[in-house]
């Protein structure tokens, strides 16, 4: 992936819950999105590529999505952004991982607040903090609009969308985010969800049965 003036993009499941982690690289550099778990795979794939990570962004604070941040942390060095209406979901990790069976992940410190509407220089190319909550407060998406992508976190599936019956879900508040921040994109842009297969906004403006007749 590296050594090349063109985005890369990597994109593969992590953990039991099999969330995606998504790696963007350029020319040796890297911005990591949600690493949720085996914080040793995702090592692995940043050092077959040559990578040093810059900087880690995370879609929201669920347990699958930020398990392994503190070692990211630790070992590059480097600061976490996350949007302040998740921090109660941050602070609810520990009774997360007893819903969920998972160890409770280390405590890490998130050095930089995201903002709705926000531009965010990724290794040279625009990226846009799109707020997408209803799956959690402060759920928010990353779009890419010179390279026709969007990282959706557990906002939008294909032919699904992410559950609102956690603490700070609600239905109504997703469906609108989706209509408001994600439809509206070029229909050819290409989703990258927090689970399962990528997608592509005009799929799921066609098929999506959630989204149907909205």
């Not at 795979?41 to 040093?52: H, R």
């Not at 990790?93 to 405590?107: D, I, N, R, S, V």
Request: charged fraction near 20%; include cysteine.
């Amino acid at each position: 992936m590296a050594g090349s003036a063109v985005l890369q993009y990597d994109f593969f499941p992590l953990g039991i819950f099999q969330c995606n982690c998504s790696i963007l690289s350029r020319d040796g550099r890297a911005v990591v999105i949600d690493p949720g778990d085996e914080f040793d795979k995702i090592l692995g794939v940043l050092d077959d590529a040559g990578l040093t990570v810059e900087q880690i962004l995370l879609t929201h604070a669920h347990i699958d999505h930020v398990g392994a941040v503190a070692a990211m942390k630790r070992h590059f060095g480097i600061g976490v952004a996350l949007h302040p209406a998740d921090q109660p979901t941050y602070d609810l990790l520990p009774m997360q991982a007893q819903w969920t069976g998972m160890p409770a992940p280390e405590p890490f410190t998130i050095e930089r607040s995201l903002v709705s509407g926000e531009k965010i220089d990724c290794l040279g190319r625009e990226m846009q903090v799109l707020f997408t909550p209803g799956h959690s407060p402060g759920s928010v998406s990353f779009y890419l609009p010179e390279e026709g992508k969007v990282i959706a976190g557990d906002a939008l599936f294909r032919g699904s969308i992410g559950r609102t019956d956690l603490p700070g879900g609600d239905h109504d508040l997703l469906i609108r985010s989706i209509q408001k921040r994600l439809l509206v994109l070029p229909p050819e842009t290409e989703v990258y969800p927090g689970h399962g297969e990528s997608t592509t906004i005009g799929q799921e403006i066609r098929k999506n049965p959630y989204l149907q007749g909205r």
